[in-house]
């Protein structure tokens, strides 16, 4: 079972910079396969932030194109979340979500488990 916390929340004013971190820990009985930011706006559905895959590249949603970049360590225990220029469009709860790719067999059957955070709160004000 892989356990995800994030941190790093909280109210910022428009314009400012954040980052979050996502510790990552637990058996992961796999490999890790893409590493990803959701967010979830007040009345909105939980959307991708940015996606980190495990060739070491990367996607963001056209919103935080360009003033956001997802990183990780190499042993992928923790990911970040660098976001700069804040607006109050970034209001949300961010979600720290991690793909294991586990082995199942010889021939290489595989399944793909999906492990979510709790989420951490950001409030860009105006």
């Known amino acids: 079972q892989v356990q995800l916390v994030e941190s790093g929340g909280g109210l910022v004013q428009a314009g400012k910079s954040l980052t979050l971190s996502c510790a990552v820990s637990?058996?992961?009985?796999?490999?890790?396969?893409?590493m990803a930011w959701h967010r979830q706006a007040p009345g909105k559905e939980r959307e991708l932030v940015a996606a980190?895959?495990?060739?070491?590249?990367?996607n963001y949603a056209d919103s935080v194109k360009g003033r956001s970049t997802i990183s990780a360590d190499n042993a992928k225990n923790t990911l970040w979340l660098q976001m700069n220029r804040l607006t109050p469009e970034d209001t949300g709860v961010y979600f720290c979500?991690?793909?294991?790719?586990?082995?199942?067999?010889?021939?290489?059957?595989?399944?793909?488990?999906?492990?979510w955070g709790q989420g951490t709160q950001v409030t860009v004000s105006s």
């Open positions: 979500n991690v793909k294991v790719r586990i082995v199942h067999n010889v021939e290489g059957a595989f399944s793909i488990r999906d492990y």
């Open positions: 637990g058996n992961r009985k796999g490999e890790i396969n893409t």
């Open positions: 980190l895959t495990s060739g070491g590249g990367t």
